[in-house]
Nanobody, 115 residues
Framework: QVQVAESGGGLGQPGGSLRLSCAAS????????MNWYRQAPGKQRELVAS???????TYVDSVKGRFTISGDNAKNTVYLQMNSLKPEDTAVYYC?????????WGQGTQVTVSS
């Protein structure tokens, strides 16, 4: 079993920054990939950013140049640095880890961008 815990989020101002963290813990697992998703009210969950074990990253077009996904392998932690926030970034953000034991999701954290 792998446990996933998210932190960060909250209220951000347009043009401001927020940082999300997501840590995986448990016994004897390998991480193959880490992802951040988001789901806005009334919309489907969308993949925002991905980080593969080799270090490659991908982003949805709407966040390119503003968001950065990064990882700390020693801590089994993935981060999402969100800069130049826009009101349309408001959503519940979820992380997940693709591991040798399966796919595990965080509980979600609310990000609200408003002045």
């Amino acid at each position: 079993q792998v446990q996933v815990a998210e932190s960060g989020g909250g209220l951000g101002q347009p043009g401001g920054s927020l940082r999300l963290s997501c840590a995986a813990s448990g016994r004897s697992f390998s991480i193959y990939g880490m992802n951040w998703y988001r789901q806005a009210p009334g919309k489907q969950r969308e993949l925002v950013a991905s980080l593969r074990s080799g270090g490659s990253t991908t982003y949805v077009d709407s966040v390119k140049g503003r968001f950065t996904i990064s990882g700390d392998n020693a801590k089994n932690t993935v981060y999402l640095q969100m800069n130049s926030l826009k009101p349309e970034d408001t959503a519940v953000y979820y992380c997940n880890f693709g591991t040798s034991r399966g796919l595990y999701w965080g509980q979600g954290t609310q990000v609200t961008v408003s002045s």
